[in-house]
């Protein structure tokens, strides 16, 4: 039996996201910017997409930049915002525990000058509200503060951070990096106070190397890629037309059936964590149950190296991450974990269980017999 278990790191696509990417690179393979029909037709792929991206949200589509993914997201709300407004000032704040294409893309504009002030978390993964109230100052011009910590599934209060921005700094622009919480939550960007969203689409079911940033209308923000104009100048390179077509597909799907799916999903996460219960030495990290995210559980197994277990898991045909799978190729301590305050001999001890619409309750019970029969084993090997 297999068990994939890593669908924060990536999701298997739908099937129609499969279908319509196959056809706009077999048959409608037009460049969209091309004046005869091949053209047209490609275009219209892209403008469909958009439209169900800006339903998806309850905004303009004119709000919408399709990007290479999240990352290309995260770099383009805080190196073009931050760029735009500099002569309102110099000041942004982020979090601690940002993935690293938010929180190396600020040490980027730290170098070019720009003061960025990182908000510490508690013990669960929340941020401190009390840090940011009193962080903002009149040179403040950026917060980014991420939906779902990808780590742990720590879910933070959006809307009274947006809250707090508008009292204390109405101007302030409130980027939220939402690829973990996009298909899990439902965003409005209006009524939440987010001026800037960032959605990866391989984390939805949908190709790798696609995704958007939401942008409000009217917010100042310069472009870091150049050439051909389009996308209103704002991201310039022919379209990937079938992988923003299957991203538009993906995101149509994933809202079907919203409530339900994410409540399997968290009869599941609560099903894992029942049945390691009776496995003695484990710490279950970052919020409680259901405040959590629907589909992460960060788990230490006390004595047992992360990088053993996940391969031993991965010969009984169990696919989990150490951590965050963007950065898993190069093995280091936690920054996350370390930030909520995690005993120092688990950092080097943890793994972390995501589930998609697709995980099965079999799968999740899999999983947790084998982690009963490996621990234990592989703790007396540690031990010798």
């Known amino acids: 039996m297999e068990a994939y278990l890593d669908n924060s790191a990536t999701t298997c696509a739908f099937a129609r996201v499969c279908d319509i990417m196959m056809k706009t690179m077999s048959e409608d393979y037009g460049n969209p910017s091309s004046l005869h029909s091949k053209g047209f037709h490609a275009e ?3 403008n469909e997409a958009r439209e169900a991206v800006a339903k998806s949200l309850r905004v303009s589509d004119r709000e919408i930049i ?3 993914g999240g990352t290309e997201s995260n770099n383009m709300a805080l190196i073009g915002c931050a760029m735009a407004n500099k002569r309102k000032g110099n000041h942004l704040i982020t979090t601690v525990f940002e993935h690293a294409s938010v929180g190396n893309t600020m040490r980027f504009l730290e170098e070019q000058g720009f003061r960025v002030t990182y908000l510490p978390v508690d013990h669960e993964g929340t941020v401190s509200l009390k840090a940011l109230e009193e962080a903002i100052c009149p040179e403040t011009i950026l917060v980014s503060v991420m939906y779902v910590n990808n780590e742990i599934g720590a879910v933070q209060p959006i809307e009274e951070i947006a809250k707090i921005i508008r009292r204390k700094k109405p101007d302030i622009l409130f980027h939220v990096d939402a690829i973990q919480a996009f298909g899990k939550y439902v965003i409005r960007p209006g009524r939440q106070g987010i001026d800037l969203l960032s959605v990866s689409g391989h984390k939805i079911h949908g190709p790798k190397g696609t995704g958007f940033l939401y942008v409000r209308d009217k917010v100042k923000i310069k472009p870091i890629i150049f050439g051909g104009e389009q996308q209103h100048g704002m991201r310039s390179g022919t379209e990937n037309v079938p992988g923003i077509a299957g991203l538009g597909e993906a995101v149509k ?3 079907k059936d919203h409530n339900a799916r994410v409540a399997g999903m968290y009869e599941l996460k609560k099903l894992f964590v029942e049945q390691l219960a009776d496995l003695d030495g484990i ?3 970052g919020q409680p149950l259901m405040k959590g995210a629907p589909h992460i559980v960060s788990v230490s197994f006390r004595g047992v190296r992360s990088e053993v277990l996940l391969h031993a898991l991965e010969e009984r045909g169990i696919y989990v991450s150490a951590g965050s799978a963007c950065s898993s190729n190069h093995p280091a301590v ?3 974990l370390k930030s909520i305050g995690v005993e120092k001999d688990l950092l080097d001890s943890t793994l972390r269980f995501s589930f998609s619409i697709f995980t ?5 019970r899999y999983a947790a017999d084998t982690l009963k029969e490996l621990v234990p084993v592989l703790r007396r090997f540690r031990r010798g």
């Not at 099965?360 to 999740?364: G, H, K, M």
């Open 44 to 46: 219209h792929y892209v």
């Open 66 to 68: 399709f990007t290479s």
């Open 253 to 255: 799907e994933i809202y």
């Open 283 to 285: 710490v279950i990290n």
């Open 334 to 336: 936690s920054g996350t």
């Open 360 to 364: 099965t309750a079999d799968e999740i």
